[in-house]
T-cell receptor, first 112, second 110 residues
Framework: DAGVIQSPRHEVTEMGQEVTLRCKPISGHDYLFWYRQTMMRGLELLIYFNNNVPIDDSGMPEDRFSAKMPNASFSTLKIQPSEPRDSAVYFC??????????FGQGTRLTVV | EDQVTQSPEALRLQEGESSSLNCSYT??????LFWYRQDPGKGPEFLFT???AGEEKEKERLKATLTKKESFLHITAPKPEDSATYLC???????????FGQGTELSVKP
């Protein structure tokens, strides 16, 4: 398996624009997580899914953020409208039941 | 609320100088404590899982241990290639999420 695949790797956008980050989890994994990493706050959990169903979205900072998992092999994290303080590295991770999580390479988002 | 605190924030060692990284945690019903390594520009890479106090795991120069309140990552005779940020995370019984600490940035100089 190629591991967790995220796209794009880098995204630069202007404030107010919509941004969509994409993730393909490892096949057969039941859980999918979206994290955000900054120097100040470290790795923060935004939302996670179990069998394509959102379980906990308490980490989503505002209504500007939304996440979907339409099927077992694809998830998106959308920010609309984007703001400079959203600049961070966004990671997607997946795992089977009761084992460790595997992370993608991340998407570095810069909002100018 | 589940919480993880790592110390020190940064650690500089000379090659061959052994040391330990600390991870203190509070969690409702520990389902696993995880150590990850993260290199610049990359995603975290899994190292170890510990499930119960007294458990130990080893991999090359790394050894992870666990008590009821903290975990240590011991690095024996480190090499420059061990330089990275080491992250600790816990999973409790309140769902399947992993909560991470802030990490320890390790630098090993030749």
């Amino acid at each position: 398996d190629a591991g967790v695949i995220q796209s794009p790797r880098h995204e630069v956008t202007e404030m107010g624009q919509e941004v969509t980050l994409r993730c393909k989890p490892i096949s057969g994994h039941d859980y999918l997580f979206w994290y955000r990493q900054t120097m100040m706050r470290g790795l923060e959990l935004l939302i996670y899914f179990n069998n394509n169903v959102p379980i906990d979205d308490s980490g989503m900072p505002e209504d500007r953020f939304s996440a979907k998992m339409p099927n077992a092999s694809f998830s998106t994290l959308k920010i609309q409208p984007s703001e400079p303080r959203d600049s961070a590295v966004y990671f997607c991770a997946s795992r089977p039941v009761n084992t460790e999580a595997f992370f993608g390479q991340g998407t570095r988002l810069t909002v100018v | 609320e589940d919480q993880v605190t790592q110390s020190p924030e940064a650690l500089r060692l000379q090659e061959g100088e052994s040391s330990s990284l600390n991870c203190s945690y509070t969690v409702s019903g520990l389902r696993g404590l995880f150590w990850y390594r993260q290199d610049p520009g990359k995603g975290p890479e899994f190292l170890f899982t510990l499930y119960s106090a007294g458990e130990e795991k080893e991999k090359e120069r790394l050894k992870a241990t666990l008590t009821k309140k903290e975990s240590f990552l011991h690095i024996t005779a480190p090499k420059p290639e061990d330089s990275a940020t080491y992250l600790c995370a816990v999973r409790g019984n309140q769902g399947g999420k992993l909560i991470f600490g802030q990490g320890t940035e390790l630098s090993v100089k030749p």
